[in-house]
C-alpha cells in the first residue's frame, strides 16, 4: 500500500468518497485484481491450450490493456518511491535470467510474446500492491475480488455446469464431478480457493468478521470440491506454520518452520529422484511413491539438464516442443514425455528452461528473500496482520510448486499471487502500513 502524508481531515459522504483520488485508485486495484485472476477466457473447458497463447487475439488485447492501465495507475497515482522499493536487486538479476532465457530459446519471436503475459502479470500485482494507501482500502480490493471469483466459479456450477466442472468426456475423465470454476483445471482452482481462503483469514483478524469468516469458508468449501488432496492439507499446515509462533510469543519460529518445511518438501519430493541415499531408502519403505508418475518426468528432466545445465534449454524451448515429440516413449513410461506441458515442479523447470545459476537466484528470490523480509516486518498491528497474509500465500505456493509448475508461467492465476505474497513481503517490511483516520477518513501511519 501507497503510505505518503495523512490526507487533510474532510467529511466526505460515501458516494462522493468514492470518486476522490484514493477511492478511484482503490477500485483501479480491485478492477486489475479481478480481472487478471478471472483470466480473460473464463469457464474455458479447453484448458491451457486456450489460454495465453501469444497468437490468441483475446488475451493479446486484453493483458495489453492491463499493461497500459497498469502504467497509467503508477504514473497517476502511487508514490514513486513505494514503486521503486518494490525492485529489489534480487529481482533484478532473476529477470535478468528470464530475459536471456527468452533470448537463448528455440524461437526468440515466440518466446518475447509468451513473456510479455508474464512481465504484465508481474507488473499488474506491484500495481494492486502500491495503489491502495491503507489497510482498509486493500481490504476492499480483496473483498471486491472475492466476491467475483467466487460468486463467478459458484454461478457457473449452476449455469455453466459442464464449463465450471470437469466432465467424464473430457481429456481427464478421471477428474469428472471436481470443480473448477471459473479456471481451466482443478489443479488452478483448488490453489486459487486456498490462496482466499487465508485472504479471508486476514479480513477476519484485522475486525471484518463477516466478510473475513464467509470468504474463509466459501473458499474452502470450494477448494475441498476441487478434490486436491495436496491443497487440502497445504492450507491447514501453511495456517498452523505462521500463526502458531505468533500465538505463542515466537515470532521467530515462522522463518524456521518455513525453510524446515521447504527443505523436508525438497528432499521428499525432488529428492527421491537426486540424492542417491534418499533414493536407496524411498525405493526400499516407499517403492509405490512416484507422485502420480511426476518421479518419470523428474528423472528425464534432470538426464536433459546435463547437456545444458548453465543456460537451460531456453523459455519455452522444452516441454511440448519438437524436442521432446521427437523422443521415444518407452513402453513402460507411466507418463509420455512428449505431451506433457511442463515437469510437475517449478524449481526444476526453472532449471530445465533457464539453467541452474538461475535456479539459484530463483531460491534466493522466491524463498530466502521472503524470509528475510517476514523477520523484518514492523512489530506494527497492521503490518503483521498482512505479513501473515502473504506469508501463508508464499509458502502454500512455495510448497504447491514442488508438484506443479507456474513459475513465470505468464498470466498463471498461482503465479501472480505468488508474486503478490513475494513482492508484498517485501513492502510490509520496509515501512509501516498506513491506517484509516476514524476522525476524518484519511489515512495514517
Known amino acids: 500500500m501507497s503510505n505518503i502524508a495523512s490526507l487533510r481531515k474532510t467529511e466526505r459522504a460515501p458516494l462522493s468518497d468514492a470518486f476522490t483520488r484514493e477511492g478511484v485508485a ?38 495489453g490493456s492491463l499493461g497500459a492501465l497498469s502504467i497509467f495507475s503508477l504514473m497517476a497515482f502511487a508514490d514513486p518511491r513505494v514503486v521503486r522499493s518494490l525492485l529489489s536487486p534480487s529481482w533484478v538479476l532473476m529477470l535478468g535470467f528470464f530475459f536471456l532465457s527468452v533470448i537463448l530459446s528455440t524461437d526468440p519471436p515466440s518466446a ?10 508481474i507488473l499488474t500485482m506491484a500495481t494492486i500492491l502500491v495503489l491502495p494507501r491503507d489497510a482498509e482500502a486493500f481490504s476492499k480490493v480483496i473483498i471486491f475480488t472475492a466476491v467475483v471469483v467466487m460468486g463467478l466459479s ?24 471436481l470443480w473448477r470454476g471459473v ?9 486459487i480457493m486456498a490462496c482466499l481462503s487465508f485472504a479471508g483469514l486476514y479480513l477476519y483478524r484485522r475486525g471484518q468478521r463477516y466478510w473475513g469468516a464467509g470468504i474463509f469458508f466459501a473458499a474452502m468449501i470450494f477448494m475441498l470440491h476441487t478434490g486436491s488432496k495436496t491443497t487440502a492439507g497445504l492450507v491447514p499446515f501453511s495456517i498452523l506454520i505462521v500463526m ?26 525432488l529428492g527421491i529422484v537426486f540424492l542417491p541415499p534418499v533414493k536407496h531408502l524411498a525405493a526400499i519403505y516407499f517403492p509405490d511413491m512416484t507422485y502420480t508418475g511426476r518421479t518419470t518426468l523428474w528423472e528425464f528432466a534432470g538426464s536433459m539438464l546435463t547437456k545444458k545445465p548453465w543456460t537451460g534449454f531456453g523459455y519455452e524451448s522444452f516441454w511440448g516442443t519438437p524436442l521432446l515429440l521427437n523422443q521415444d516413449q518407452p513402453f513402460d513410461r507411466p507418463w509420455d514425455i512428449r505431451t506433457i506441458v511442463h515437469g510437475h515442479d517449478g524449481y526444476l523447470d526453472i532449471a530445465v528452461l533457464m539453467g541452474i545459476p538461475a535456479l539459484c537466484v530463483a531460491v534466493y528470490t522466491f524463498l530466502i528473500a521472503p524470509l528475510r523480509d517476514y523477520m523484518r516486518i514492523p512489530l506494527r498491528r497492521e503490518n503483521i496482520f498482512l505479513g501473515d497474509f502473504f506469508m501463508m500465500v508464499v509458502l502454500f505456493t512455495a510448497l504447491n510448486a514442488f508438484l506443479e509448475s507456474f513459475f513465470f508461467h505468464r498470466g ?34
Open 26 to 63: 482503490t477500485a483501479i486495484a480491485a478492477l486489475l485484481f479481478t480481472v487478471i485472476i478471472v483470466s480473460f477466457r473464463p469457464f474455458q473447458p479447453a484448458g491451457a491450450e486456450l489460454t495465453g497463447q501469444g497468437g490468441d487475439i483475446v488475451n493479446q488485447l486484453g493483458f
Open 112 to 121: 518475447m510474446r509468451a513473456a510479455s503475459f508474464t512481465l504484465i502479470g
Open 154 to 177: 459458484y454461478l457457473g456450477l449452476i449455469v455453466f455446469p459442464h464449463e465450471a466442472m470437469h466432465t467424464a468426456d473430457s481429456q481427464e475423465p478421471e477428474h469428472a464431478g
Open 183 to 191: 479456471f481451466t483445471h482443478k489443479n488452478i482452482a483448488g490453489p
Open 244 to 269: 502458531f509462533p505468533s500465538l505463542i510469543g515466537m515470532r521467530l519460529g515462522t522463518p524456521i518452520l518455513f525453510a524446515l518445511a521447504i527443505i523436508a518438501t525438497a528432499v521428499g519430493t
Open 412 to 445: 498463471d492465476p498461482v503465479w501472480l499471487f505468488f508474486v503478490l505474497g513475494v513482492l508484498g513481503l517485501r513492502q510490509v517490511s520496509l515501512r509501516p502500513i498506513a491506517v484509516r483516520d476514524p476522525d476524518g477518513g484519511g489515512s495514517r501511519s
